[in-house]
């Protein structure tokens, strides 16, 4: 074996996945066909639920540090004023959701950032390598690519986009529906003349023929233009079709949308950084494994950008599976371990493309939903529920933070470990790998014990150890 994980694609989840096995000491290689990370800001939106699983990957600093909170939305009609447009439902800061509102990060710098936090860890990129195919036994998985020697692993996770080639090699249908035929062009632009206090909002009018939107990137001195164009729209820009290209060739196309459809002359835009185009869909892998490949990511879902979940979704897919793979690979746990992988995130995703849907379609508010906060597994045979009556907090529910014992839960949490709360029980002697906090009341969780696992859910929920050191080994903690 040439590693025991490989991960095709250095895209959010890819590098993601391989900070939690570097941070687990697995030896893992992450491969990427482009020469460097990808230069967009496509997914700009970092919603609370991935903020928290960023604070446990130690990397939230350098996320805050780089960018911003959302602008107000302002509306224009003929080249004025007319009013602010809330894009998101307030939510407050509480003891146990610490991280309330979304957090603007255009995708290249989130990747960035990942990037640098693998090389701290030890974790390697290889650039250039392109995958061909692969083949598989019962041992582990071989990839052929376009140059350079073929690699072998135990496990193999694709992470490389919608059109994932690992996904086509294995002959996994995406299933899912156009949500807007309307084609979309997206860039980075720089842009003098417009104030970066606002996400600028320009409604189709009788002398323009599709929407508007120029909003400032947090952290960088661009611009985001999304433009939306009637359906059957030849939006080609100089841009190759949808194919991502130097930008520098649709600076022409790009500042005609602008000055057609704002009040902004065309030379306002005096620089395109990036740019691409495409048709808004919803699709699902029937399959998120196969033998020893996983999907992860948008190889195994894509959603419309509305509400900003598909990057989060695909980091919380590796964030799912990291712990996992090191728990079969490093931990001696039941390599049937792995089948929860597709059980759990596939549900998942699916209601958040539906989600997504909605909120493209102005059917749903950018609110407590796209927050994330309330997905959980409590339907998941990793979850086991053991009281009568369960207390607001439950087996399978995301565990939130808060104090134990002058302990702030999230600082216990951080780590690859799994964490048992003892809330006015005693606990029995925990597996050597748990790290226990105790303490007499916990006002969000209630009374007894809760095994926290390392993806930050309550695995396990007790009012007595009965039945704890049996699950600590049936997951291999």
Known sequence: MDTDVLVVGAGPSGLALGIDLARRGMDALVVEKGDGLFPGSRGKGIQPRTMEVFDDLGVLAAIRA????????????DGERAGEHRMFDAAEVTDDSPYNEPWMVPQWRTQEVLFARLEELGGKVAFGREATGLTQDAEGVTVGFAT???????????????????????????????????????????????????????????????FLAICPLAGTEDFQVMARFPEGTAVDLSLDGIREVVAARSL??????????????????????????????AALADRFRHGR????????????????????????????????LGAVLRGGADPALLDTYEEERRPVASAVLGLSTSVHRGETRRGDATRQLGLGYRDSSLT?????????????????????????????FRGPHWTLLAIGVEPSEPATSVHVVTGEEQPTYGRGLFLIRPDGYVGWAGETPVGLPQYTARVGA
């Open 66 to 77: 780089v960018g911003g909170g959302y602008p107000v939305g302002m509306i224009w009609q």
């Open 384 to 412: 086991e529920e053991t009281r009568p009556q369960p207390g607001p907090i439950r087996a399978g529910d995301r565990a939130p933070d808060g104090t134990l014992g002058g302990l702030r839960l999230f600082d216990a």
């Open 252 to 281: 022409d196309g790009i500042r005609e949308v602008v000055a057609a459809r704002s009040h902004l002359a065309a030379q306002a835009v005096t620089q395109v950084r990036w740019a691409s185009d495409f048709r808004p869909r």
């Open 148 to 210: 350079g020697p073929d690699l072998r692993a135990r496990y193999l996770v694709a992470a490389d986009g919608g059109r994932s080639t690992v996904r086509r090699a294995l002959g996994i249908a995406l299933t899912g529906e156009t949500v807007d035929p309307n084609p979309t062009l997206v860039a980075d632009v720089r842009i003098t003349g417009l104030d970066r206090d606002n996400w600028h909002l320009f409604p189709p009018s009788a002398d323009t023929d599709g």
């Open 293 to 324: 490949v996983f999907l992860a990511g948008d190889a195994a879902h894509i959603h419309s950008p509305a509400g900003g979940q598909g990057l989060n979704t695909s980091v919380q897919d590796a964030y799912n599976l990291g712990w996992k």
